[in-house]
Nanobody, 120 residues
Framework: QVQLVESGGGLVQAGGSLRLSCSAS????????MDWYRQAPGKQRELVAT???????NYADSAKGRFTISRDNAKNTVDLQMNSLKPEDTAVYYC??????????????WGQGTQVTVSS
């Protein structure tokens, strides 16, 4: 199977920065899109940023100009650099990936989530 493990969350003041990292491990043949989602209390999980295998990126309007998603295909990792953080960015951030798994095929996986809290 495959595991996604996030790291890098924490508490930061408004205007500060955080970098989230996600590492995928297991019987991985390839990874298609890798994404970051977030879920704030009482709200639905929402897509923050996506990066394709070839490096094409897409961002939610709320993340454009402040967040940058990147990946290392050799290491099966995806990062989210978050700058100019706002209190409304407070949420649990989840890594997500569509993974080609040896002997299984294409499956979608989620990380366990990492808390980001932005104080005003």
């Amino acid at each position: 199977q495959v595991q996604l493990v996030e790291s890098g969350g924490g508490l930061v003041q408004a205007g500060g920065s955080l970098r989230l990292s996600c590492s995928a491990s297991g019987n991985i043949i390839f990874i298609n899109d890798m994404d970051w989602y977030r879920q704030a209390p009482g709200k639905q999980r929402e897509l923050v940023a996506t990066i394709t295998m070839s490096g094409i990126t897409n961002y939610a309007d709320s993340a454009k100009g402040r967040f940058t998603i990147s990946r290392d295909n050799a290491k099966n990792t995806v990062d989210l650099q978050m700058n100019s953080l706002k209190p409304e960015d407070t949420a649990v951030y989840y890594c997500h990936a569509d993974v080609g798994v040896r002997f299984i095929g294409l499956h979608t996986y989620w990380g366990q989530g990492t808390q980001v809290t932005v104080s005003s």
